[in-house]
């Protein structure tokens, strides 16, 4: 059981380039999530879906945009990136929100490193 | 945004002590979940805790929620390395649907 995938691991970029961060689940949850992660400042939410082809903003969502066409697959796209975007960030899947205590399941983490 | 302060942000001990961390807010907490990340991975659910002023325990580790639902605490006893990680609080609060993560602690465990 694979749990949370992302791809790629680490990944440089430079000013106004754009790219795709992969995110896959086999755990069929309907809900998933992608967070940034900065020192100091825990975790904090770009985007989530709770279902195939519904997608909302979360706290950080300029410059990021998601789509969920399946249930397994949750990419975030960086349509401009901006030395502002450096950090690591982590997709997630859930059956929940988390309302009612509902676990998070964590990928590994993608390294970004905006020059 | 609301916050979610964790305390403290970093924190050093030698191998067989013991130590609290923090986690404090304004606003009132549905429930609380505790994660802890070890580096170059995810945060991984140590517990989550519902009702006010309950306690539970996972071996050395103790994880009590406030009274008022508006903090928690993590008791750890007889550290080992194994316990170095970032330690995160997270709680949905009362009437929002999602999760608001703390800002951490770091804990070292020294040999």
């Known amino acids: 059981n694979a749990g949370v995938t992302q791809t790629p691991k680490f990944q440089v970029l430079k000013t106004g380039q754009s790219m795709t961060l992969q995110c896959a689940q086999d755990?069929?949850?309907?809900?998933m999530s992608w967070y940034r992660q900065d020192p100091g400042m825990g975790l904090r939410l770009i985007h989530y879906?709770?279902?195939?082809?519904?997608?909302d903003q979360g706290e950080v969502p300029n410059g990021y945009n998601v789509s969920r066409s399946t249930t397994e697959d949750f990419p975030l796209r960086l349509l401009s990136a901006a030395p502002s975007q450096t950090s690591v960030y982590f997709c997630?899947?859930?059956?929940?929100?988390?309302?009612?205590?509902?676990?998070?399941?964590f990928g590994p983490g993608t390294r970004l490193l905006v020059l | 945004t609301q916050l979610l302060e964790q305390s403290p942000q970093f924190l050093s001990i030698q191998e067989g002590e013991n130590l609290t961390v923090y986690c404090n807010s304004s606003?009132?907490?549905?429930?609380l979940q505790w994660y802890r990340q070890e580096p170059g991975e995810g945060p991984v659910l140590l517990v989550t805790?519902?009702?006010?002023?309950e306690v539970k325990k996972l071996k050395r580790l103790t994880f009590q929620f406030g009274d008022a639902r508006k903090d928690s605490s993590l008791h750890i006893t007889a550290a080992q390395p194994g316990d170095t990680g970032l330690y995160l609080c997270?709680?949905?609060?009362?009437?929002?649907?999602?999760?608001?993560f703390g800002t951490g602690t770091r804990l070292t465990i020294i040999p």
């Open positions: 606003s009132v907490f549905s429930s």
């Open positions: 755990m069929n949850h309907e809900y």
């Open positions: 879906s709770v279902g195939a082809g519904i997608t």
């Open positions: 997630a899947s859930s059956t929940g929100q988390g309302a009612r205590g509902e676990t998070q399941y």
């Open positions: 997270a709680g949905p609060y009362f009437g929002n649907e999602k999760l608001t």
């Open positions: 805790v519902v009702t006010g002023g």
